[in-house]
Structure formats: C-alpha cells, structure tokens
C-alpha cells in the first residue's frame, strides 16, 4: 500500500487485462496524493497509545521494513523502490537477489530455486527512518483495509477471485476475515499446496502464543472499542478475468483519500452477492473517470455471469468454514460465538450488522 501507482512510458496508468481477450482498460491521473506512511505491515497498538476517541491508534512495531519484490521483473517497474534500492542511504540488507559481491544489487534479478525458476520471494530489507515523508508518532486510524490475492476466475474455470475493485465491510464480516485472514493466489509465502492457506487471527498467529480463541477475543475486544474505524476489503492480481496486479488496492487508496473516508450514500452501495463481500460498489468515479460495472460487480463481467459466481462465493464460504470451526467453541467470548454462527446459519448482511454495532457507512445515519 506504500508503492505509488505504477505508470507507463506515457504517463497512463494500465487498470488491467482481460486475459481472456487481451483488451487494456487503461487511466490518466495527472497527479496522486502524498503517501505519508506510519507503518509497513506490522503495527503496534499498544494501550498507552488509545486517546478513547472511538478509533484505533498505531504506531509501526518495526524499524525497519521487509519489501517484497516478487512483483518487479524489470527495470522500470517501480521507479521509487528501486531507487531506494540502488542508491540507499545506508548499506541495506537483500534477500534472494543474484548480485556479486561490490556490484548494485538489482531487484529484479532474483536468485533461482532450480534452473529457470525463480525464487518466489525475493526481498529487501530497508530502514525505516529513511523512508520519505515517515510519520514518527502515533495516529488514529479511520480505515482498516484487508488484502486478498484472487485468481482469474471465469465462467469456464470458476474460482475465488470475485471481489470488485473493492467491498465495504460491517464490522463483523471485518473481524471473520482478521481471525482468517487468508493468503490467496500467488502469494509467494505459499510454497507447499499452492492454495489458499489461513494465516489466522489478525495476520498475526504465527508471532502468537496461547489459544487461538483467546486471541480471537483480544481481537474482537480490539473492534468494539473503535466502533468510528471503518473496513474494506480489497483484491489484487485479479478481478474476476481481468489481471490487475495491486492497481484495485492504489486506486482505493486514492479514492478513500480524496473523498476524506468511508461514508456513502445509500445509491451508491449496495449488498455483494456473498455474504462474505459485505457491500459492494454501484458506482466508481475517479477524476472524472467512470469505472465499469463489472469492475464493482464481477457477475457483471460477460466472461463469469452469476453462475460462476456463486461458485467462487462457494469456494470462499467453504474455505472460511473450515477455518472457522475450530473457533466456534466455548472458549470464545459470547459476542464472538455469535457471529460465526451467524456466518454458519447464513444469516443476512443486516444480521451481521447488528451484532457488531459501529459508526455508519451511510451518509443519513
């Protein structure tokens, strides 16, 4: 979420690809908005930092930052990160890059695992107080965002990668993604099934000790008592046919940015297919450019329909029931229980709603 938009030689931003016909949806931005980073992927909300506003507040747990490069092949990908890379202020730390001892280190030459397969995570290691514009103090977030890596998905190979550009969640669908939280497609930590895997409760399980109940609580506990933060959801590498990359999440970052947060009108939201989308988008614009439905909606996309749809929402919903299940027991607070098994009777996005009470996303309430 700190990479700024990635351009073309012309100035335009590339949307995506419909893999199936090969036509680019493409943007011009004349300028995106300051990134003034508090944290990479690991935050610290430590009591002594809440200011009892009804949000959350973080600072970074981290003094240095693990940058994933995976996703540059070549020169010119990402201008900002490889300059960081190539000039750094300090010596800094690579991780799986092909570079000799006193040459540059060049992030798009990645080690290899065999003979013509490249590592699937190549990384480096970068310190904190050297990246531009960094926020030295704690902040009040308004917005959590979760990420999910989605497979192309299409009428004739249905799978998971149904989200649109992005989906608001009620509080509650927020926290059944948080104790998931899934790794998805590609995701170059996945190296054994090459599937969707969990990582589970906050992202953060594999740093945790205990019971995962206990931290399930902790974490519902955690939204309860920031009911002003708001949630979305957000794919990349994919919408539905369409080959995005991380483009869906920079753009709802610029849009969430320049509309000052999460409140709509009741016209331009309304219930996802599945349950597990929350709300989805009926409309998108930004800088005056109009994003098509079926960038909202993927049943829209003529190449998925509604059938293969439902069978990706399947996917998911089987997926998060079995990760769910062995948080639904009497260890788990009461509120909690509650909402799995909301979640396992198929109750209703309104029924959601109610059992996690927050702030409204909607602009008359």
């Known amino acids: 979420m700190h990479e700024h938009l990635h351009r073309e030689y012309d100035g335009t931003i590339t949307f995506g690809e419909n893999t199936a016909s090969g036509e680019k949806r493409s943007l011009v931005f004349s300028r995106t908005c300051d990134i003034r980073p508090v944290a990479d992927d690991m ?30 092949k070549n020169y010119g990908t990402d201008p900002d990160i490889e300059a960081r890379s190539i000039h750094p202020p300090e010596p800094i730390v690579f991780l799986n890059i092909d570079a000799q001892p006193g040459s540059s280190a060049l992030l798009w030459e990645h080690t290899e695992d065999s003979p013509g397969k490249a590592c699937p995570n190549p990384r480096f290691i970068f310190p904190r107080h050297t990246v ?17 890596r989605t497979p192309p998905s299409s009428r004739e190979n249905p799978d998971y990668g149904i989200l649109g550009i992005f989906h608001v ?8 993604w948080r104790l998931v939280s899934p790794r998805g497609y590609q995701n170059p930590s996945v190296l054994e099934s090459g599937s969707m895997e969990s990582e589970g409760v906050g992202s953060y399980w594999p740093f945790a000790t205990g019971k995962k109940t206990r931290q399930a609580s902790l974490l519902l506990a955690q ?14 590498q ?25 409140k709509f009108s009741r016209e331009e939201l309304s219930p996802a297919r599945c349950l597990l989308l929350g709300y989805a988008l009926n409309k998108l614009m930004v800088e005056g450019q109009i994003f098509d439905k079926h960038f909202l909606k993927t049943e829209c996309q003529p190449e998925m329909g509604t059938e293969a749809y439902d069978q990706g929402a399947e996917i998911l919903f089987s997926f998060f029931r079995r990760e769910l299940a062995d948080f639904n027991n009497p260890d788990l607070c009461s509120s909690g229980r509650k909402i799995i098994e909301c979640f396992f009777d198929h109750g209703k996005l ?8 927050g702030e409204s996303i909607f602009l008359d309430e």
């Open 169 to 176: 969640l009620p509080p509650a669908v927020a926290w059944l």
């Open 238 to 262: 994919h919408i539905g046919i369409w080959k995005t990359g991380f483009m869906p999440q920079w753009i709802m970052r610029e849009y969430l940015a320049r509309r000052g947060g999460v």
């Open 223 to 236: 939204f309860e008592s920031s009911p002003r933060v708001h949630y979305v959801l957000c794919p990349n």
């Open 132 to 148: 531009p514009g960094i926020v030295e103090k704690p902040v009040s977030i308004d917005l959590r965002s979760f990420g999910l």
């Open 350 to 357: 309104e029924q959601m709603d109610s059992l996690l009470p």
């Open 43 to 72: 935050a610290l909300c430590h009591p002594n930092f809440q200011k009892n506003n009804g949000k959350l507040t973080a600072f970074d747990a981290e003094s240095a930052w693990f940058i994933r490069v995976d996703h540059i």
